[in-house]
């Protein structure tokens, strides 16, 4: 199989999971959005408090990521204002502060889970499937969580990968870094999309980081076979078969 498949979430109805998120930090925003479309879902945002109140009540999101700290009326009053209107939807709150109390406040305030900023992207998008699954809201299309690029294949489930029958041991980033390729196979990806995809957003800019693991990714996915990751000059990397 030459294309990427994975356990896609969908509504019920076969529809796209509606996401909405809320902070008031353009540059973390796009990114989360742009995250959540990758996993094919349909995303609005909003960068205040009162613009997610109005989006919550005409887009009618499956699930939120909200920030606590909003320019107007803080996350919690926006929960409670979405809660009047729907219920049952899921909220994963972001948060600045690491403090036990603030983490209790957003639990107690009715989310259903939180993260902590900086955070990575995966783990954002991770937490909010699980949340879609409890809340069953969104089912998975396809029977497995496996991706598959010509001989190479990973279970998203399991963590095991496997090129040509052999089995393939990778550290949890090297294993973060791979799966972000096969999930865009034959796409060019900059060093400045694969750091905001695998690495904490805020990272730094260490492009020089990418070059380390892709490097120790060729060593284990390609060594002593035909090469699948390439390097596109002045553009980034590229996963693709090994026939083409």
Known sequence: MNAATRADLRRPDGTPVRALVVDDEPTLAELLSMALRYEGWDVRSASDGLGAVRQGRDFRP????LDVMLPDIDGFEVLR???AESP????????ARDAVEDRVAGITAGGDDYVTKPFSLEEVV???RGLLRRAAVATAVRGDATLAVG???????SHEVVRGGEQVELTATEFELLRFLMRNPRRVLSKAQILDRVWNYDFGGQSNIVELYISYLRKKI???RAPMIHTVRGAGYVLKPAAE
């Not at 499956?62 to 990521?65: K, N, T």
């Open 62 to 65: 499956d699930v939120v990521v």
């Open 126 to 128: 991770a937490r909010l």
């Open 88 to 95: 049952e939807v899921p909220v994963l709150f972001l948060t």
């Open 81 to 83: 204002r979405l809660r």
């Open 222 to 224: 390609d060594a002593g």
């Open 151 to 157: 001989d190479l294949t990973l279970d998203e489930d």
